[in-house]
Structure formats: C-alpha cells, structure tokens
C-alpha cells in the first residue's frame, strides 16, 4: 500500500541556518510521482517539484534542493539560508496509478517549519 | 489572472444543515479535486473529477456530494450525513486527471459546523 511519512512534524531554526525536511514513502509500483508542496499561514498549497521515479537526479532551484534516493525511499527537501519567508507547514505527495484504472494522491502529515529572526 | 478561487473563506453552519462550498478554475484543466484538512493532518481525498459531467469518490466520500456540470467548477456539498464536517476544505485543479499530473490549489475554505 501507498504510504508517505513525514517524520518530523515540527522544526524550528534560526534565520540563516539549513534546513533538511524528510520525506520517506513506501509503494509497490515503479511508475510513480513524488511531490513537494508549501502550506503559509495564508493556507493555500504551493507546488514547488514534481520528480517521476525514473529521474533520480538532484535538483536545485536557487535556496531549495531536493535529494531523490530510490534505494531508501527517500525524497528530503533542503532549504539553504532560510529566511522567516519559509515559515510553512511542507507537505511530501506521492501519486501513482490504482488498479481500478484510476490514480492515488497520498499526502504526508506535513512538517510544520518555524524559521525564528 | 488564472487561477481558483474558492468560496467563502470561512464558513459558519448549525448542525444538520447542508453546505455548498464553491470551486472555480480558469486554468483549462480537465481534472477537479476536493481534499480536506485537519488540524495536524495531510490532506485527505474527497472526491475528483477527470472531466465534465463524471467523479469518483475518493477515501472519505461519505456525507458528501458533488456535480461537475462545468469545466470550471466543481461544488461540494457537506451533507447532514458528514459526522464530523469542521475542516479546512481545499479544492485543486490538474491538466489531465493522471497520476503524472501537478495539482494547483485553491485557497481554501475553513468551514466551522456549530
């Protein structure tokens, strides 16, 4: 069965530091698509990168990177230099097809970040 | 500008009414979500829509309903039967209603049952 887990539900860091949000899934299927998303205060999620399954390279888009590990079921998030700005609850997603010819979206608990002045 | 927008904000009911809560999209997209959220949670499917006039219940369907009459909108509604309605309501939109899809959200609506 489908399954992502955010260990960690709150971290708090002070402005500047870096931050390593985990994110670990579990899926039987090969075919699948990981997901990272923003919550603000304000409550509405923001995308911010898909990875397929087939695509184990890193990416970096300028303070963010994420590490895709297939061999641990990984898919950590990394904020370089945070800012107050990145105060957030983080939310992991996996997405892969059922057998019913339909998909699965499941979401982790979330990470609720506090980035402190 | 493009986006969804959803309706009200935050909502107030007595116990035993239904509710409609409203989603629009101006994206094009076929597909249509409906999630919710509790305190401490993730999020939780509802119900989806691939396409016009066609859904699916998700994992916690029952004590609501939904149409799809329109590409742009897909109302919910929080039935008498829902236990347990006070939630933060999302509603996403994708391109093709795959598992290959991103999902764009709304801002959601808070909805509190008196």
């Known amino acids: 069965a489908q399954k992502v887990t955010q260990a960690q539900t709150e971290i708090s860091v002070v402005e500047k530091e870096d931050v390593t949000l985990d994110c670990v899934y579990e899926t039987r299927d090969t075919t699948y698509y990981l997901f990272w998303y923003k919550q603000p205060p304000s409550g509405e999620l923001v995308f911010l990168i898909r990875?397929?399954?087939?695509?184990?390279q890193n990416e970096i888009s300028g303070r963010y990177s994420w590490n895709f590990q297939k061999s641990t079921s990984s898919f950590n998030f990394t904020i370089t230099a945070s800012q107050v700005v990145d105060s957030a609850v983080y939310f992991c997603?996996?997405?892969?097809?059922?057998?019913?010819?339909?998909?699965?979206?499941?979401f982790g608990a979330g990470t609720r970040l506090f980035v402190k002045a | 500008d493009g986006g969804i927008t959803q309706s009200p904000k935050y909502l107030f009911r007595k116990e035993g009414q239904n509710v409609t809560l409203s989603c629009e999209q101006n994206?094009?997209?076929?597909?249509m979500y409906w999630y919710r959220q509790d305190p401490g949670q993730g999020l939780r499917l509802i119900y989806y829509?691939?396409?016009?006039?066609?859904?699916q219940k998700g994992d916690i369907a029952e004590g609501y309903s939904v149409s799809r009459e329109k590409k742009e909108s897909f109302p919910l509604t929080v039935t008498s039967a829902q236990k347990n309605p006070t939630a933060f309501y999302l509603c996403?939109?994708?391109?093709?209603?795959?598992?290959?899809?991103?999902?764009?959200f709304g801002p959601g609506t808070r909805l509190t049952v008196l």
């Open positions: 990875r397929n399954s087939f695509d184990e």
């Open positions: 994206l094009n997209h076929d597909a």
């Open positions: 829509s691939q396409i016009v006039n066609d859904f």
């Open positions: 997603a996996l997405s892969e097809a059922d057998s019913t010819g339909g998909f699965k979206t499941i």
């Open positions: 996403a939109s994708g391109s093709g209603g795959a598992f290959t899809d991103t999902q764009y």
